[in-house]
């Protein structure tokens, strides 16, 4: 049984770099709310993710790694926990191997068996 949700994350992003879509999805919750880092659309029912996750897993060396000195846990009570900070997505695009950092914000559940219930995930934008 996970009780840290930092180990939620950790097996998110296993489940992107291994491109297992069933277990990635198997980590949302029925109704959850996913903002995606590389759409334009709110995606909420399980058909829009599996959508989401098996296109952005077509990318060729696709993967994801954890800034983890900018990971931010915030315990909100009953088993829900908020997480936050910035992580590295990298794959190729016409063949050139290209990173994008994104910031994401989690809303875990960890006494679900689905426990994401909330997900935003958006590039870093140039400052001005």
Known sequence: MIKNPKDILEQW???VNEGDVEKLL????????????FSNRLLNTPEKLRNYF?????REDLSIALHEKTLITQELGNQIFSLSGIYNWRFAVDGELLNFEARFSYLIDLSK????????SSQIPRML
């Not at 198997?26 to 880092?37: C, E, F, G, K, M």
């Open 54 to 58: 098996e296109k952005l897993g077509n």
């Open 26 to 37: 198997s980590l949302y919750d029925n109704q959850a709310v996913l903002i995606p880092t």
């Open 113 to 120: 068996p689905n426990p994401i219930l909330h997900h935003h």
């Open 13 to 15: 992003m296993q489940e």
